[in-house]
């Protein structure tokens, strides 16, 4: 039992890593570098920071949300100093913080670069959705176009048709129209020829 709280009492836990000024030039530069991580979403920002809590090995002894914190306040430091209130600052203070903004001015222009990289891609992207808008917009007028076109062809169809079966019909009255008069005039021939016989017997 002695032995299980020993193991215990000796495990890593979040927060029993000595966070030092070293991590905090490392966290710096691999910040700006790894902007992309950071997208605002919900959890990203921890989800971040894990991944150089990965980086460094230290699974277990460092905390997500307290290197975000830790990552925060420099932000502030750095915000303060670099437009300080007109207050005068404690030397340990201002010791603490030099090497801090030093780090963070040394990194501006890799910074700078994620930046400019990260604005560049949003423009890309904004383009790539205006671009792909524009085409669906020419597919729909084109699309409309071709519904337009294929209306006036089938309106184009159904008149000829009409006019054609209206024809057809015209046609074949005439034809039967004919017909009954080609066999009435047969038969009043044979009616003639008839009563001819009939007078030349009388």
Known sequence: ????????????????????????????????????????????TLTGFEEFIKKKGLEGMLDAKAIRKRWENLVQKYKALKNPPE???????????????????DNEKQADEVMQ???????????KR???AAEREERR??????????RHRQTVEREER?????????D??????????????AREERLLAI??????TI
């Not at 709280?5 to 030039?25: F, V």
């Not at 010791?95 to 963070?104: E, F, G, M, Q, S």
């Not at 009409?162 to 015209?170: G, P, S, T």
């Not at 009563?195 to 030349?200: A, E, P, Q």
């Open 141 to 150: 007028h084109q699309e409309a176009v071709e519904r337009e076109e294929r």
């Open 117 to 127: 990289e990260m604005q560049r891609e949003q423009r890309e992207r904004e383009e």
């Open 172 to 185: 074949r009255r005439d034809r039967e129209m004919a017909a009954r008069e080609r066999e009435a005039s």
């Open 1 to 44: 039992m002695a032995d299980n709280s020993a193991e215990t009492a000796g495990a890593a836990t979040p927060q029993s890593y000595k966070w030092t000024d070293e991590d905090t030039r490392e966290l710096i530069p691999w910040r700006a570098a790894n902007a992309d991580l950071f997208t605002g979403r919900r959890n990203a």
């Open 130 to 132: 205006e671009r792909e």
């Open 162 to 170: 009409f006019f054609r079966e209206m024809r057809e019909r015209e």
């Open 87 to 105: 207050v005068s600052t404690p030397k340990r203070r201002r010791v603490d913080t030099v090497a801090i903004v030093k780090a963070l001015q």
């Open 195 to 200: 009563l001819d016989v009939i007078s030349k």
